[in-house]
Antibody, heavy 118, light 110 residues
């Protein structure tokens, strides 16, 4: 069965970096893009961007360029989200999600809670 | 900030029907597919509708989606207590070259 399993919760100080992983299994890895979505406490869903597993080419939403970087390791079918220069406003749950057809996310990771606090 | 607008909340009694609207523009809903998601408290969103009207395997037919112009609608009939959740629409925005979500709607079963 298709699964996306994310790494565990993180507590970081402002200015630090974090790398969240999303391990994909149960399907052909290079067929579907993986998207990242974040949800701040008590807020709605916000699209961060996606990575093409075939080419490794990332696409970022406005406001997520520079500090947010997607990468992948096809050998272990894992996608990564790295965020640098963390700010308190980055506190959120971060989800990875498989896209079956243009923002139709049929499988989601369980979410990774990132807390940025001094 | 969301570019797709949804009502903050809707409610109905068990067994009744609710509809949730999602209003956008020609750059998103008007020319791209719409998806709908259900998010139960403390869990990841779940895909209910894709390509405007299609239900993934396992989603009951009391869940429906429609689209007209720059607006989309999610319908839930035979409302159950288990339907209490937040619901989001989503679409690609061609002008932004980005995915966009709606503001979210809380469904309450009275």
């Amino acid at each position: 069965q298709v699964q996306l399993v994310q790494s565990g919760s993180e507590l970081k100080k402002p200015g630090a970096s974090v790398k969240v992983s999303c391990k994909a299994s149960g399907y052909t890895f290079n067929v579907y893009s993986i998207n990242w979505v974040r949800q701040a406490p008590g807020q709605g869903l916000e699209w961060i961007g996606y990575i093409n597993p075939n080419t490794g080419n990332p696409t970022y939403a406005q406001g997520f360029t520079g500090r947010f970087v997607f990468s992948l390791d096809s050998s272990v079918t894992t996608i990564y989200l790295q965020i640098s220069s963390l700010e308190a406003e980055d506190t959120a749950v971060y989800y990875c999600a498989r896209d079956r057809h243009t923002i139709a996310f049929d499988y989601w990771g369980q979410g990774t809670l990132l807390t940025v606090s001094s | 900030q969301s570019v797709l607008t949804q009502p903050p909340s809707v409610s109905a009694a068990p067994g009744q029907k609710v509809t949730i609207s999602c209003s956008g523009s020609n750059s998103n809903i008007g020319n791209n597919y719409v998806s709908w998601y259900q998010q139960l408290p403390g869990t990841a969103p779940k895909l209910l509708i894709h390509e405007n009207t299609k239900r993934p395997s396992g989603i009951p037919d009391r869940i429906s989606g429609s689209k007209s112009g720059t607006s989309a609608t999610l319908g839930i009939t035979g409302l159950q207590t288990g339907d209490e959740a937040d619901y989001y629409c989503g679409a690609w925005d061609t002008s932004l070259s980005a995915g966009v979500f709606g503001t979210g709607t809380r469904v309450t079963v009275l």
